[in-house]
Nanobody, 128 residues
Framework: QVQLVESGGGLVQPGGSLRLSCAAS????????IGWFRQAPVKEREGVSC????????YYADSVKGRFTISRDNAKNTVYLQVNSLLPEDTAVYYC?????????????????????WGQGTQVTVSS
């Protein structure tokens, strides 16, 4: 059974950091592009980052560039999103999703591609 499970969310003060994890089962993440998305209440889903499987290309939305870092641990079949210098407007449910290996290289912005497999999300709340 193909499954993605996010974890690592929580409540953090402005300026704080979290490491979000996206663990896969039933398939090998190394063969897929991985995207991270977020959705805040009454807002559209936003693609914040992606990582290509084939050539190491990564993408970051302007809203998170310089603060978020996507990385892979193939041995653990897990992709991470390190989120630093958090702002209240980063509050959202964060999702990871998988797509064919070159999607991030060819499309960049995850929002414009229909990713195939999705996790259930992890809540990130930035508040003092």
């Amino acid at each position: 059974q193909v499954q993605l499970v996010e974890s690592g969310g929580g409540l953090v003060q402005p300026g704080g950091s979290l490491r979000l994890s996206c663990a896969a089962s039933g398939f090998t993440l190394d063969y897929y592009a991985i995207g991270w998305f977020r959705q805040a209440p009454v807002k559209e889903r936003e693609g914040v980052s992606c990582s290509s499987s084939s050539d190491g290309v990564t993408y970051y939305a302007d809203s998170v560039k310089g603060r978020f870092t996507i990385s892979r641990d193939n041995a653990k079949n897990t992709v991470y999103l390190q989120v630093n210098s958090l702002l209240p407007e980063d509050t959202a449910v964060y999702y990871c999703a998988a797509a064919p290996p070159d999607v991030c290289t060819l499309v960049h912005d995850p929002s414009v591609y229909e990713y195939d497999y999705w996790g259930q999300g992890t809540q990130v709340t930035v508040s003092s």
